[in-house]
């Protein structure tokens, strides 16, 4: 797995192959190599997978996708898998507003979208995630085990909870699915040990 040295569009991906007990090469690439090893990649971008040296994958939720069905994290029937589907699209919705966010150089502007982000977008998508949960008695996102959603709704929410820790008082179900998560013993080993990023 090459990508850069944070979470990102690489870290849904880490998460799954912590969960599933699967070593690999986690290659973190400096900034200032990264003009040197763009034309090499794909697409011109990253992260990608490389694949036993045979082949690379660029796109980080077709690699996501890729890795979930390779180890039985995608749902187990073909409905399981459109409802992980929906989950990991919900949190890309959810991760295009904080960019927005991220990414505005207007100081006044950014602020004006960071209020907004913390009173309405992000209790918004919570709320969808909340609900998904009360619709399924197992306490996972679909289905009666860890799949793909849960793993992709504890990664975006990593930077609200951390940000705007008083938000998640409002929402039980989650703070429980999270822990419930974060205490699965490879997915526990893998966050203890992981290198401290921004984002």
Known sequence: MWYFDFRG????????LAA???????DRIKREDWPALKPKTP?????????YDTATLPQSLAIARFLAREFGLSGKTNLEQAQCDVIVQ???DLRAEWVKVFREPD?????????????EIV??????????????????????????????????????????????????????HRQKVASIPNVKRYLENRPVTLF
Request: glycine fraction near 6%; hydrophobic fraction near 35%; aromatic fraction near 8%.
């Open 9 to 16: 569009r690489a870290e849904i991906s880490r998460l799954l």
């Open 20 to 26: 599933a007990g699967v070593q690999y090469a986690d």
């Open 43 to 51: 697409q011109g971008q990253l992260p990608i997978l490389t694949i």
């Open 90 to 92: 919900t949190t890309e």
């Open 107 to 119: 100081e006044t502007k950014k602020a004006e979208l960071q209020k907004k982000l913390v009173e």
């Open 123 to 176: 209790p918004k998508f919570w709320k969808i995630f909340q609900d998904t949960l009360s619709s399924n008695s197992s306490g996972y996102m679909v289905g009666d085990g860890l799949t793909l959603g849960d793993l992709a709704v504890y990664d975006v929410m990593e930077i609200h909870t951390r940000d705007y820790p008083d938000l998640i008082k409002n929402f039980p179900q989650l703070q429980t």
